[in-house]
């Protein structure tokens, strides 16, 4: 190991992911970068987590373990915050994985730009696919400054909202953890992290894997996921007009408005539970404060402001025209709920025989 390098704390949050995890673990232990402190949280896991991770520390003296009960993805990285030692900090999900120079590359791109925050490009794993996750990433290496980093978190193009694929300067989380019980927790403290970096530095070499996963929690389309970008974007309202940047807060504005069209459709055939009442309830009163501000925020299409201007003066009109597709599928859903299994059978069944029945005689009708 070589301690002439400063520590980078890497934090691997671990839930239920044991068909994942020694790839992400073999990815971590043979970085070309030597001196890690490697601290893996198990969140509660109920499979073979544990024993895997187990076997890891007992074979890599730079793995901290710790088991704590099931809390949340912040809590396990707030928890990894809170044992790390390293000037730096880094986030990797355990179902991805990093290339073998992946914190080599990082490291020396953040030293030689004299920046607070380093990205390389990734790419994204779905089953035996693979590809870029970012096709038009710059060329090359490009800095960018607070302000201009700002602007382009907002956009969501280069500077990206989760916290993985970075090596972050630790003192930049000072007073700063993720959010508790919140989806999308990366982007409710990312624009904070980037306000306090005086430089950021971006490469296009692609140095992390994205596992993509049909499970995941924040791809799930649910009214409490909706809820929670939703509260993420007006709380970045707030904090960019405190900081000067109205440009910024009001496309964060446009963005919770995209956030609030996305629940309708989640509402229509849906038992709706009393939590998810509150939410929609939130999400109605602070829209009725822009029906009179249609014309000021700035659409960045025609049709983008036709259609959030039809959704906020006829939600009718707006479910007929624009989520007829979204609706149809909860439609189904909402009738195989309706349907006990037991009379599913007993129709399937009927109509079985009814089929017997009208076959000739001597026809096979299976």
């Known amino acids: 190991m070589d301690n002439t390098l400063p520590l980078i704390s890497v934090i691997v949050p671990v ?3 044991e068909a994942y995890l020694i ?5 971590i232990i043979v970085q070309t970068y030597c001196n890690l402190e490697i601290i893996i949280i198990n969140d509660g896991s109920s499979d073979r987590c544990p024993v895997i991770a187990e076997e890891y520390a007992k074979k890599d003296r730079r793995i901290c373990l710790v088991h704590q009960e099931n809390a949340g993805v912040s809590e396990s990285r707030n928890a990894g915050m809170r044992l790390s030692h390293g000037s730096y900090l880094s986030f990797i999900d355990s179902d991805d994985f990093i290339d073998p120079d992946y914190y080599e590359t990082l490291y020396h791109i953040l030293c030689s730009s004299n920046a607070d925050v380093s990205i390389c490009d990734n790419r994204t794993i779905n089953f035996s696919v693979v590809r870029p996750l970012s096709q038009d990433f710059p060329e090359g290496v490009t800095l960018f400054s607070g302000n201009e980093a700002l602007t382009e978190l907002v956009n969501d193009k280069w500077l990206r909202n989760y916290a993985w694929a970075k090596l972050f300067k630790k003192e930049l989380f000072h007073d700063i953890e993720f959010p508790k019980d919140r989806t999308f927790e990366d982007m409710a403290i990312m624009h904070e992290i980037f306000y306090r970096a005086k430089t950021i530095v971006i490469t296009n070499e692609i140095k992390y894997n994205y596992t993509l996963r049909k499970d995941a929690l924040s791809s799930s389309m649910t009214i409490c996921n909706q ?6 974007h007006i709380e970045r309202v707030s904090f960019f007009e405190n900081v000067n940047r109205r440009d910024l807060a009001l496309k964060e504005i446009i963005e919770a408005l995209h956030s609030a069209m996305n629940t309708v459709p989640l509402t229509v055939f849906h038992f709706t539970t009393h939590q998810e009442k509150e939410y929609l309830r939130a999400i109605k009163t602070w829209m009725a404060h822009y029906k009179d501000k249609l014309n000021t925020l700035p659409y960045e299409t025609a049709s983008e402001a036709k259609t959030i201007q039809r ?9 007929v025209r624009s989520s007829s597709k979204d609706v149809y599928i909860r439609m189904k859903s909402f009738i195989k709920q309706l349907l006990p299994a037991k009379l599913v059978e007993l129709l399937l069944r009927h109509n079985l025989l009814l089929k017997n029945r009208e076959a000739p005689d001597g026809c096979n009708t299976r």
């Open 311 to 319: 959704f906020l003066t006829s939600h009718t009109f707006f479910m």
């Open 15 to 17: 839930y239920n992911t």
């Open 227 to 232: 809820y929670h970008r939703f509260l993420t």
């Open 23 to 27: 790839r992400c673990l073999d990815s």
